[in-house]
């Protein structure tokens, strides 16, 4: 009776114990959400990754029309018609659009800066 007690009560610490943990995780997955969710929350003139005005992470893609242009063809055909519109978009209003995303939809349409 003593054995089945002891196993009883071992199966209950290991429960608390692992779901403590899984809890914990959630906690932290949630809280990493909720950082994800402030950030693309914020002002697309202050984006400089381009996420907000365009959709995509425009922030390791090289200054110039080619590597604007060879970075679009990586993408899907859907997803590069509206990028483009989504440039051509910025374009209208430069004025409040975060500069590197103008440079990017710049030299992507191939138009000056």
Do not use: E, W
Not at 11 to 26: M, N, P
Not at 58 to 75: M, N, R, W, Y
């Amino acid at each position: 009776m003593k054995t089945a007690t002891a196993i009883c009560a071992l199966s209950v610490a290991a429960a608390i114990a692992f779901g403590g943990t899984a809890l914990a995780q959630s906690s932290t997955d949630q809280q990493q959400n909720t950082s994800t969710n402030t950030q693309l929350n914020q002002d697309p003139a202050k984006d400089d990754t381009g996420m907000l005005a365009l959709g995509v992470d425009i922030s390791k893609v090289g200054g110039s029309p080619d590597a604007a242009k060879a970075f679009v063809a990586t993408l899907p055909a859907d997803q590069q018609t509206s990028l483009n519109n989504a440039c051509k978009d910025i374009q209208s209003k430069q004025a409040t659009s975060n500069p590197n995303v103008v440079i990017f939809c710049n030299n992507l349409l191939g138009t000056a800066q």
